[in-house]
């Protein structure tokens, strides 16, 4: 090869290295606003992660640079590769999006979580997730990508406002831990949002300045108003032998969200079939066993379900059943499963309780009951079903008002409440 040769190809291959470095520097410069949690995912049925993974992505719908931050999926050993190079945002994988139903827009990042076989408490202490993301994740990887962080990890809003870094702090549970004074009143705590009226006086009651805090209903995600007219149909024929309506129930399988309560119910609607979506295993065992104790015949268990089959499941029922019970979870539990059933169209009964007692003035809701009363769930279900005929494409006044509570307009909402100078900048 001549020597022009060579200085061209060493020439072409300097400027692929220059452009590598500089799509290198690019992407290490692009402030994110980032969404953590310290869980592992994907974990099918955790309520809490579908918040998290929706939340995300319904900032990166708006047009943000967003990042979901989560702990690896597989535990690794601890070696100097993943300690040098621990965040590696990337696209979400298949098995994230599908689970998720996420739109394509969102980056994630995996964090290795050490696997240690040594006995060593200071090493173990050392490599805990905690100690990892405080002292070294976040000061050296993640803070450089931050614009704003968004997490319902105290520790790593902590984390990041020790850092310079603003936050966001979602909280959906009572507890009693107080707040740190010291990061509650500092400027860089932006806002802090919870679910729930009774959340919100918990946490003042903790420390947190009133004036920081703010109630925003979750979201749900837009796939559930794609009608699914076929699918639709198909659940029809698979799960209607000899009954003549279709009662469904979409969520965790837990006495005090009402499953055992919707059997009882099962009991007196021998006209209808009860198909209950969602559980693991060990749940979804252990409620047929139940079943088959009660002699239940028309009942079925359908164990967890995408996102992608969930919506055609709603929209084939007669009526959606949301029977949760009285008791401390009932004053914060947050209407995920609530805009689901919404946006499907198709005639809801629920329980009231404290968390949902708001929603009975907007007529959006077929039938209420008292909690804790399956005489009383049983006959508002026949009401409804007498007074609130099957349509396959739904009914449109659910449809429109549901809208409002998107991930996309909750995410909208909430940069509402964050300075300008601090806000993560829309992508080009």
């Given at each position: 090869m001549s020597k022009v040769g060579i200085m061209v190809q060493v020439g072409r291959?300097?400027?692929?290295?220059?452009?590598?470095?500089?799509?290198?520097?690019?992407?290490?410069?692009?402030?994110?606003?980032?969404?953590f949690?310290?869980?592992?995912?994907?974990?099918?049925?955790?309520?809490?992660?579908?918040?998290?993974?929706?939340?995300?992505?319904?900032?990166?719908?708006?047009?943000?640079p967003s990042l979901l931050i989560h702990l690896s999926k597989e535990p690794s050993a601890l070696n100097l590769t993943n300690l040098l190079r621990p965040f590696q945002p990337q696209a979400p994988s298949e098995e994230l999006i599908n689970l998720y139903n996420l739109r394509g827009k969102l980056k994630v990042a995996a964090l290795p979580t050490p696997k240690l076989k040594s006995t060593s408490k200071l090493l173990k202490k050392a490599t805990h997730p905690s100690t990892l993301i405080a002292k070294y994740y976040f000061p050296i990887h993640i803070r450089p990508a931050a614009q704003i962080v968004h997490s319902r990890d105290w520790n790593f809003v902590e984390s990041a406002i020790k850092c310079g870094?603003?936050?966001?702090?979602?909280?959906?549970?009572?507890?009693?831990?107080?707040?740190?004074?010291?990061?509650?009143?500092?400027?860089?705590?932006?806002?802090?949002?919870?679910?729930?009226?009774?959340?919100?006086?918990?946490?003042?009651?903790?420390?947190?300045?009133?004036?920081?805090?703010?109630?925003?209903?979750?979201?749900?995600?837009?796939?559930?108003l794609n009608r699914q007219p076929e699918q639709a149909a198909t659940?029809?024929?698979?799960?209607?032998?000899?009954?003549?309506?279709l009662v469904v129930y979409a969520g965790a399988l837990l006495p005090f969200k009402g499953v055992d309560l919707l059997l009882d119910v099962a009991q007196q609607l021998t006209h209808a079939h009860f198909a209950f979506a969602g559980g693991d295993e060990t749940q979804v065992t252990a409620y047929k066993q139940l079943a088959i104790e009660k002699q239940l015949r028309n009942v079925t268990f359908l164990g967890h379900l995408s996102h992608t089959s969930l919506p055609g499941l709603l929209q084939a029922a007669d009526v959606l059943a949301h029977p949760?019970?009285?008791?401390?979870?009932?004053?914060?539990?947050?209407?995920?499963?609530?805009?689901d059933y919404l946006a499907s169209g198709t005639p809801i009964v629920a329980t009231e309780i404290t968390s949902l007692v708001e929603f009975k003035s907007c007529n959006a809701i077929a039938g209420w009951c008292e909690p804790d009363n399956p005489d009383s769930f049983a006959r508002c279900i026949q009401q409804v079903l007498e007074t609130y005929p099957r349509k396959s494409e739904?009914?449109?006044h659910m449809i429109d008002y549901v809208q409002q509570f998107s991930w996309e307009n909750r995410a909208a909402k909430l940069l509402s409440y964050v300075k300008d100078s601090m806000r993560p900048v829309l992508l080009q």
């Amino acid at each position: 090869m001549s020597k022009v040769g060579i200085m061209v190809q060493v020439g072409r291959a300097s400027e692929e290295t220059a452009d590598s470095k500089t799509l290198s520097t690019n992407s290490i410069m692009l402030k994110h606003y980032i969404f953590f949690t310290r869980n592992v995912m994907p974990q099918p049925g955790a309520a809490h992660l579908v918040h998290a993974a929706n939340s995300a992505d319904g900032m990166a719908n708006l047009g943000y640079p967003s990042l979901l931050i989560h702990l690896s999926k597989e535990p690794s050993a601890l070696n100097l590769t993943n300690l040098l190079r621990p965040f590696q945002p990337q696209a979400p994988s298949e098995e994230l999006i599908n689970l998720y139903n996420l739109r394509g827009k969102l980056k994630v990042a995996a964090l290795p979580t050490p696997k240690l076989k040594s006995t060593s408490k200071l090493l173990k202490k050392a490599t805990h997730p905690s100690t990892l993301i405080a002292k070294y994740y976040f000061p050296i990887h993640i803070r450089p990508a931050a614009q704003i962080v968004h997490s319902r990890d105290w520790n790593f809003v902590e984390s990041a406002i020790k850092c310079g870094v603003p936050a966001i702090y979602e909280h959906h549970h009572h507890e009693e831990k107080q707040f740190d004074p010291e990061i509650v009143q500092n400027p860089l705590l932006q806002v802090a949002v919870t679910v729930a009226d009774s959340v919100r006086e918990s946490m003042i009651q903790n420390g947190l300045p009133a004036d920081k805090i703010v109630k925003l209903h979750s979201g749900f995600n837009s796939v559930f108003l794609n009608r699914q007219p076929e699918q639709a149909a198909t659940w029809r024929k698979q799960l209607l032998t000899n009954e003549q309506y279709l009662v469904v129930y979409a969520g965790a399988l837990l006495p005090f969200k009402g499953v055992d309560l919707l059997l009882d119910v099962a009991q007196q609607l021998t006209h209808a079939h009860f198909a209950f979506a969602g559980g693991d295993e060990t749940q979804v065992t252990a409620y047929k066993q139940l079943a088959i104790e009660k002699q239940l015949r028309n009942v079925t268990f359908l164990g967890h379900l995408s996102h992608t089959s969930l919506p055609g499941l709603l929209q084939a029922a007669d009526v959606l059943a949301h029977p949760h019970c009285s008791g401390p979870a009932s004053t914060f539990t947050s209407p995920l499963k609530l805009f689901d059933y919404l946006a499907s169209g198709t005639p809801i009964v629920a329980t009231e309780i404290t968390s949902l007692v708001e929603f009975k003035s907007c007529n959006a809701i077929a039938g209420w009951c008292e909690p804790d009363n399956p005489d009383s769930f049983a006959r508002c279900i026949q009401q409804v079903l007498e007074t609130y005929p099957r349509k396959s494409e739904g009914y449109s006044h659910m449809i429109d008002y549901v809208q409002q509570f998107s991930w996309e307009n909750r995410a909208a909402k909430l940069l509402s409440y964050v300075k300008d100078s601090m806000r993560p900048v829309l992508l080009q």
